[in-house]
């Protein structure tokens, strides 16, 4: 465990116990962090998980992660403000704070505490870099969506993954020096660990390709006019909400995500988009290079799909994410 993940939950801790006056022993390892509240009439024992920096984006993510966990789930953060405290509890996610802040509902015990911030005399340095950067989570991603593309020659993943052949070279480099890549005598090259690789990239994702494939947000005010818009013509796929509710009929999709080539003027222009950063259609740039089946239905890869609906923090979302998880992505993974 990192040290400055330590440092959080020390200060988390101590903050936890001067506001409620109760005492947590806490017990670190290597592997895991478990915390045991005891009191009188109860014991309560919580198995932990360390996320630095919180946004409404990576509450999804950090939700399923919680969920398979042993014991009662908690989450140890830097900061939580008030946005971010509601949306934990829409969630369910108990969490603590090394600014005093809290939220834990197990009976008997509930406590709620906000609006707490970090001063200067608390404050932690908090570094959260991924190990892979922009380039290197598309080849990951080109990689989880063309099972055994891993032993096909570089220059090929390079052109399907829209980078440099050199980045590639670092990247399964990268993959082999943090376990997820491997040397079979009789297979070659062989990608592992893929469920843990989808955690890099999803969050990955969030940090680094979106916000630089980001095209805008826009509004059209009648969006079942989406439903008829030649998008081959514009090399256009539907992702998130959209292609959820087309791959589960489970979901009414409220955001409409499009991610398109090179025709992205022409694509505004001629269906009267209008740029509105509360609009209801996200538009993304395309950063990869080959077709798959989804693509015959007008959708991006599942990956992305559920990358999309897990990053958004919204519960229906989040449920939507799991189910197309199990269906169109664990097999693929295992």
Excluded at 133 to 162: D, K, S, Y
């Amino acid at each position: 465990m990192k040290d400055i993940d330590k440092n959080i939950i020390i200060k988390a801790v101590t903050r936890f116990e001067d506001e409620t006056g109760f005492r947590l022993t806490t017990y670190i390892t290597d592997q895991k962090v478990e915390l045991i509240l005891r009191e009188n009439e109860f014991d309560l024992k919580f198995a932990a998980e360390v996320v630095p920096i919180l946004n409404k984006t990576n509450l999804g993510v950090i939700k399923n992660r919680l969920n398979k966990l042993d014991t009662v789930p908690l989450l140890i953060t830097l900061t939580a403000n008030n946005e971010i405290i509601e949306l934990l509890k829409n969630l369910n996610i108990n969490f603590i704070d090394a600014a005093g802040n809290a939220y834990i509902k197990v009976p008997p015990l509930y406590i709620n505490i906000k609006g707490q911030k970090i001063t200067a005399e608390k404050n932690l340095a908090v570094v959260n870099t991924g190990i892979f950067q922009t380039a290197g989570l598309q080849i990951i991603f080109t990689l989880l969506c063309n099972p055994r593309l891993e032993v096909n020659p570089i220059r090929e993943i390079a052109e399907l993954a829209n980078v440099a052949v050199g980045t590639v070279h670092v990247t399964l480099k990268q993959l082999e020096k943090h376990g997820f890549l491997i040397t079979n005598e009789i297979q070659g090259k062989k990608l592992v660990n893929k469920k843990k690789l989808l955690k890099e990239w999803t969050l990955g994702y969030l940090e680094k390709i979106k916000p630089k494939y980001f095209a805008g947000k826009f509004q059209i005010d009648n969006p079942e006019i989406i439903k008829t818009i030649d998008l081959k013509y514009f090399g256009a796929l539907l992702g998130g909400e959209t292609a959820a509710a087309q791959l589960t009929n489970y979901l009414r999709p409220l955001i409409h995500t499009i991610y398109i080539g090179d025709k992205l003027g022409e694509f505004i222009l001629r269906n009267r988009l209008k740029k509105n950063l509360n609009g209801n259609v996200e538009i993304v740039k395309k950063f990869w290079n080959f077709t798959d089946d989804y693509e015959i239905n007008n959708l991006v890869p599942a990956i992305l799909i559920y990358t999309d609906l897990i990053t958004t923090g919204d519960p229906r979302n989040i449920e939507t994410a799991n189910i197309i998880y199990e269906k169109e992505i664990a097999g693929h993974l295992n």
